[in-house]
């Protein structure tokens, strides 16, 4: 991979990163969370919730203290109280994108999503089973200090977390190995084939009712 290929996926993705926290911004104003027609959605955000709370807070908090600081010289002034305001509007919009880009079950299958860009599709005719299985970063290695990333072999299979706090609390898993597209390059992004799939709800039960409802209404030809 070419460094001028890695610096166009970096500024591509940034600048799709940029135009979400504007739509996320918009979509928690007008109270129109990102789900499909006939889906249901499930949020994720409370392990995280505190952690972008304190964020917003200071990056409000840093605003006033760093214009005291530089009030005496006009360009600089106007040059952080852009970047202050920049930085509490990404803040906002990503705390306005864990809220309404949230995980769906809809008729196509679920929809598994994570902050500004993670967007993984489980399409029904995939999927085998999900249950209730809660797994954190360090019961993967203790031996390691290293984290795990998304992607990585656990209990024989070839795993994909989506991890928020750094725990899943469902898993997900597929009829036959199937292909998945992350965010970025590989080795970290791009497409992986993975076996099953881990990722957190604030309501895991509320989920899994709603898959199994999904499923019981399907017709007999097509369920799974």
Known sequence: MSRW????DLAGRALRMELRI????????????RIAEGA????????????LIIFMVLSAIEIPIIDAIVHRWPPVRIGFLILGIWGLTWMIGLFCAYLTRPHTVGPEGLRIREGLELDIPVAWEEFASIRIDRLAEESIDPT???KPGRVFAYEG?????VWVGG???LAVAFEHPVAIRLPGLAPKGGVHEVDRLRFWADEPEALLAAVRDR???RSPSDSV
């Not at 299979?157 to 977390?161: H, I, K, P, S």
Request: aromatic residues 12%; hydrophobic residues 35%; charged residues 30%.
């Open 5 to 8: 290929a890695k610096v166009g």
């Open 22 to 33: 504007y739509e996320s911004l918009w979509r928690a104003v007008a109270r129109r969370p």
């Open 215 to 217: 499923l019981a209404d």
């Open 157 to 161: 299979e070839r795993t994909c977390a």
């Open 167 to 169: 725990e899943t609390n």
């Open 144 to 146: 390691s200090t290293d």
């Open 40 to 51: 249901v959605g499930f949020r994720y955000h409370r392990p995280v919730f505190t952690v």
